[in-house]
């Protein structure tokens, strides 16, 4: 596909000057940088332009400002004005490369670091129509990268480079009951974009891993066929982590510069969606793998 035409005309939307004013309140009233903040109206034209907006719930591309602004989503849906930050934080955990987990090998809400997005599946998914997206760097994690689970009846969950064998990783999207689970193999050395998607859109109702990077060709990578699913969850999403039925597991160390959950997408539109991140990405500096 062509490269991506971004419109960049006018002032700021309304969207972006929400985020701003935002980070401000959360952040004793000091405002983005002048380049992210253009970067991120970049950004939102380019969704516009691309028919995107509405398949995104709520994203962040954690803001290098400082904690609070990495902490403040971009696009919010209905979750808080800013995502609930377990214990353990600090400044140097923020970066112009994304926000950096941490992980003490043991579960439980008091370890490790995570976020709590306030965002509810049941809200803004259902059965024919979800997506989570990370764009991340590390190396093999057996934790989620975010999600949440009611005890695997009910769950949206997104694992990235997952360890399966010796030197071999898989990325795994879970949607639905626990039969619903996508697996598909990475290199272990992959960083970048995967999303996981699951839709009636490509004409049949399917599962599909999409996965790109700056030196990656965008790609379908794994797609399996849906013949179930229940009721979306109705647990909160957690960041870093995943929410199992109430309680943070084991913390995720991977550095991530974004994340996003919504709507089903297809081929065209995730690589619409990768293309838009990526160009933010480089307009903020990095965070792009």
Known sequence: MAGISV??????????????????????????????????NHFHKTLIVYDLVTKIHSCNFFDSLNLSASWTPFLNGTTASIWYASPNWSASDISINGLQGSNTGASGNALGKY??????PSQFSSMTSSHLVVYFSGSAESD?????????TSQLRLYANYPVAANTTQSLFFSGTGTNTLGTLVPQTFSGYIMGTRGNIEPVTTMSIFAASSTVTHSRIGTSTITAGTTPTTRTMFVFTTNESGNASTKNRHLMS????????????????????????????????
Request: charged share 15%; proline share 2%; aromatic share 12%.
């Open 7 to 40: 419109f960049q005309a006018g002032a700021v939307t309304p969207v972006v000057q929400d985020w701003v004013d935002r980070v401000k309140r959360n952040n004793g009233d000091t405002a983005p940088s002048s380049s992210t903040v253009i970067a991120a």
């Open 115 to 120: 976020l709590g997005t306030g965002i509810i």
């Open 144 to 152: 989620g990268n975010m999600g949440c689970s009611d005890s695997g």
């Open 258 to 289: 974004f994340v996003s959950c919504g709507q089903a997408m297809n081929f065209s539109q995730s690589f619409w969606y990768h293309e838009a991140i990526l160009q933010l990405r480089k307009e903020m500096g990095g965070g792009y793998y």
